[in-house]
C-alpha cells in the first residue's frame, strides 16, 4: 500500500477530537510519563553519536515539556522551542518551564538577555501544518508522538519544510507490535460474542515504511533501529487505565475505553470479558510471573535534510563543490 494513502486501522482524521483526547489526558499524564521519559534518555543516548550543533530546535509533540530541560541543557546556546496540538498539555508545558530557570545559567549573557524572561516558546499546531518559516530550525525532535498523526507521510513532508538543509531530524515513535496482547484480548472476545470486527488501537506503522517516507520526502542517510520493550501489570484495570492515559484509545467506541460502571449493558458484558481475556494473558513462569504484559515495539529514526536537487519550477541544481567531481573522477 502507498504510503501516501491512510492505511487501514488508522482513525480518520480529525485534530479536534485528538486534541480533545490530549486534553483530557493531560492532568494525569504524569502517571504514565515513565514510559516517554525512559525514551528521550535513549534518544539522548543516540544524539551523543552525532555531531550537531543546532542554532534553533524544535520539540514535535512537546506535550508536558518534560524533554525541553534537557535539549536546553545539551544546546545551551539554541533556544528551544515546542509545538503539541493538545492546548492543555502546552499550559502544563508552559507552566513547568516558568518554575525550571536553572538551565538560564548556561546560556552566554547576551541570549540571556534576547530570551528575557520566556523561555521557550510553544505552538499549538498540527504536526502536517506547522507556523513555522521553511528551514526555521537546524534540529527537529519527537518524542513517541508521531504515531498519533495517522498520515505521517504528510508529517515528514511539513517536518521536511521546517528543516534547514543539512539539518537534523531525531524522533521515536510506536511500531506494529505495539500493545499486541491488548488487540488480541479485544479480537477473542469479539469472535467469541459475535461482535463485528472493529479497530480499538491504532495499526501502529512498520519501521521500513517509515524509512521509505523519509527518503521520499526528501530526507538522506536515514538510520532506523527498534526495539521491543514489556512493561508488566498485576491486574487488567490498572493496565487499561495506562493505556487511557497515553490517549492509546483514537476511536469512539471502545468497550475499554472507560470504567463499567460507566458503559450501558452490552458494552459492560463486553468488558468484563475483556479482562477476563487480559486475565487469561498472565505469564506463568520467569521473574514476572503472575503479572499482565504489555507490548511496546519502540521505532527509533533519525535523517538529514537532504540538499535539494531541483527548483520548485524543476530546474536541476549544480552545487559549485560538485563541479568538476565527475571528470576528475573519470581521470
Not at 539554541?78 to 492546548?87: C, E, R, T
Not at 538543509?165 to 521515536?172: A, I, P
Not at 479485544?186 to 459475535?194: D, K, L, R, S, T
Not at 535534510?305 to 527548483?311: E, F, I, N
Request: glycine share 8%.
Amino acid at each position: 500500500m502507498s504510503p501516501s494513502h491512510p492505511r487501514p486501522g488508522r482513525p480518520a482524521y480529525d485534530p479536534r477530537y485528538l486534541q480533545r483526547i490530549f486534553d483530557r489526558r493531560a492532568a494525569t499524564f504524569d502517571d504514565v510519563a515513565f514510559l516517554p521519559r525512559e525514551i528521550a534518555e535513549r534518544m539522548r543516548e543516540r544524539l551523543e553519536y552525532i555531531k550537531v550543533s543546532p542554532s534553533c530546535v524544535l520539540d514535535l509533540g512537546c506535550g508536558p515539556g518534560a524533554d525541553l530541560p534537557a535539549l536546553r541543557e545539551r544546546f545551551p546556546e539554541a533556544p528551544v522551542f515546542g509545538a503539541d496540538l493538545s492546548f492543555a498539555m502546552l499550559e502544563r508545558a508552559r507552566a513547568h518551564d516558568l518554575g525550571d530557570t536553572s538551565w538560564r545559567r548556561f546560556l552566554p549573557a547576551s541570549i540571556g538577555r534576547a530570551l528575557g524572561s520566556r523561555g521557550p516558546r510553544f505552538a499549538q499546531a498540527d504536526f502536517a501544518a506547522l507556523p513555522f518559516a521553511h528551514g526555521a530550525f537546524e534540529l527537529l525532535w519527537s518524542n513517541l508522538a508521531l504515531h498519533w498523526h495517522p498520515r505521517p507521510d504528510l508529517v515528514f513532508g511539513e517536518w521536511q519544510r521546517v528543516l534547514k538543509v543539512n539539518g537534523l531530524l531525531m524522533f521515536s515513535t510506536l511500531g506494529p507490535d505495539t500493545l499486541k496482547e491488548l488487540r488480541g484480548a479485544y479480537a477473542e472476545v469479539e469472535a467469541a460474542h459475535g461482535e463485528p470486527m472493529q479497530p480499538h488501537v491504532i495499526d501502529f506503522v512498520d519501521m521500513h515504511d517509515l524509512g521509505d517516507m523519509l527518503v521520499e520526502n526528501g530526507f538522506e542517510i536515514p538510520v532506523m533501529d527498534q526495539e521491543t520493550l514489556t512493561v508488566t501489570y498485576k491486574t487488567p484495570e490498572k493496565l487499561l487505565a495506562d493505556v487511557r492515559r497515553w490517549g492509546a484509545y483514537p476511536f469512539a467506541r471502545a468497550f475499554g475505553a472507560s470504567d463499567e460502571a460507566a458503559q450501558p449493558g452490552a458494552s459492560r458484558r463486553l468488558y468484563r470479558a475483556l479482562l477476563a481475556a487480559l486475565e487469561a494473558r498472565r505469564l506463568s513462569d520467569g521473574p514476572n510471573a503472575g503479572t499482565i504484559p504489555l507490548t511496546f515495539e519502540i521505532i527509533y529514526g533519525h535523517a538529514w535534510k537532504a540538499v535539494p536537487r531541483t527548483t520548485a519550477e524543476g530546474h536541476g541544481i549544480v552545487r559549485i563543490e560538485d563541479i568538476g567531481r565527475g571528470s576528475a573522477r573519470n581521470r
